[in-house]
């Protein structure tokens, strides 16, 4: 079995249920109405996107362009932040969920596309602790990773669990090691990576996330046994969530809190 790696952060215990986006399925993406879902529904962290506008803001929005959650045309590399926090981003759910489900959230304030500032205050609010991922626009991992710990790191009290820092573009998780050592950082990847050991020591890792349909237990169990956590997105049906966690999973990252934390009471 592998040693335990000399960690330079607190190894990390994640929830068992995390929310997507705050809670993707039960109120717009990425919104502070989405995080007060999840916080209703009782989980005590959310996961959700920053990106930066076109003046350099981190704002929460997962997409390069601001169609699909705004209904408004525009990359998110060529807007300002003036053209973008008063956007409703309840135009998604609207497409996906229907009109009725949409019509409670349509106009609301909590519906805005939030800043990184107006989110923290919001996760105090309510006492949740935030998987913060880096999700830059092409070319912008490090500067990315460098704006949202910039404004993070003054926001976020020192006697509150720290925020995780997970990125696709692990050059970002190398930015977030040099400016926040002791805050934790999650490796993100779709697939299984080939090379996760290197990786995981190189960027200082402690948790792993990967695409749950690329995980088994052989694999859940040898990152596992090297001292790491593991994460795995987006887990929205019960079935597959008792898979994972007899598998060994600690998180589920997932669009259903609700249903995740209910259906594994049990
Ligand atoms: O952080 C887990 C998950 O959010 C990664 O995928 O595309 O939903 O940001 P995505
Ligand atoms: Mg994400």
């Known amino acids: 079995m592998a040693s335990p790696p000399a960690f330079s952060v607190p190894s990390l215990r994640l929830p068992r249920v995390m929310g997507h986006r705050g809670a993707l399925a039960l109120a717009p993406e990425n ?15 959310v996961e959700f996107d920053v990106m930066l506008t076109g003046d350099r803001q981190p704002v929460l929005m997962h997409d390069k362009t601001l169609k699909r959650t705004t209904g408004m045309p525009g990359a998110m590399a060529e807007t300002p ?10 135009a ?4 996906k969920r229907g009109a009725g489900a949409a019509a409670a959230f349509r106009g609301r304030d909590d519906c805005r596309v939030p800043t990184l500032e107006e989110t923290v205050a919001c996760l105090l609010a309510l006492d949740l602790t935030p998987n ?7 070319g912008l991992a490090e500067e990315t990773a460098a704006v949202a710990l910039e404004r993070l790191l003054p926001l976020w009290p020192e006697d509150r669990l720290p925020p995780l820092i997970s990125a696709f573009e692990w050059d970002a998780l190398t930015v977030a090691r040099e400016m926040a050592p002791l805050w934790p950082r999650g490796l993100l990847s779709h697939k299984f990576p080939k090379d996760w050991q290197a990786a995981m020591t190189r960027y200082d890792c402690a948790s792993l996330h990967v695409n749950w349909r690329h995980l088994g237990t052989a694999k859940v169990q040898a990152v596992k046994a090297a001292g790491y956590a593991v994460a795995s997105y987006t887990v929205n049906q019960l079935t597959v969530a008792r898979r994972l966690v007899k598998m060994g999973v600690d998180c589920l990252i997932t669009d259903r809190p609700d249903r995740l934390l209910a259906g594994l009471a049990d």
């Open 31 to 45: 919104t502070l109405a989405s995080i007060g879902a999840a916080a209703a529904a009782g989980v005590t962290w």
């Open 81 to 90: 932040l003036s053209a973008i926090s008063g956007l409703d981003a309840s």
């Open 92 to 95: 998604g759910f609207a497409r």
């Open 132 to 138: 913060v991922e880096i999700k830059p626009t092409p």
